[in-house]
């Protein structure tokens, strides 16, 4: 699975934005991201997204994105086994910038609803 937007606290549709990419990464559906050098990149494992992919790149080397913001709520899976965790945790994002680990040391992904803790389980996250 990948980020989805699921929820927002707000009525408001959220704009997409046309970013340039780092021209070595593909860009997938989905993907968390910051900016480096002024172009996206995946997001690391400890980082807060700060936009997530509503598409692949284009032929002039751009991303349609979206902005995250703290009343956006996105769906994705458990990468990792995560019988310890609960409602509340903050968890690490896993290295493809599509999933959550378990790992809740430097967390930056909170846990809203879980559908289950075992690997591709369904979660609910804010950042």
């Known amino acids: 699975m990948s980020f989805m937007l699921s929820r927002m606290d707000v009525g408001h549709t959220p704009p997409i934005k046309y970013l340039p990419v780092t021209a070595s990464e593909d860009i997938v559906l989905g993907e968390a991201l910051v900016l480096s050098a002024g172009k996206l990149t995946k997001c690391g494992a400890a980082a807060k997204p700060a936009f997530v992919a509503v598409g692949p790149k284009n032929a002039a080397g751009e ?9 956006m709520t996105f769906e994705t899976t458990l990468q990792a086994v995560g019988t310890d965790l609960k409602i509340g945790s903050k968890v690490t994002l896993h290295t493809d910038g599509l999933q959550v680990t378990a790992t809740t040391a430097s967390g930056v992904a909170e846990i809203v609803r879980m559908d289950g803790t075992a690997v591709g389980s369904g979660v609910l996250v804010k950042f």
């Open 63 to 71: 991303a349609p994105v979206i902005a995250v913001q703290d009343y």
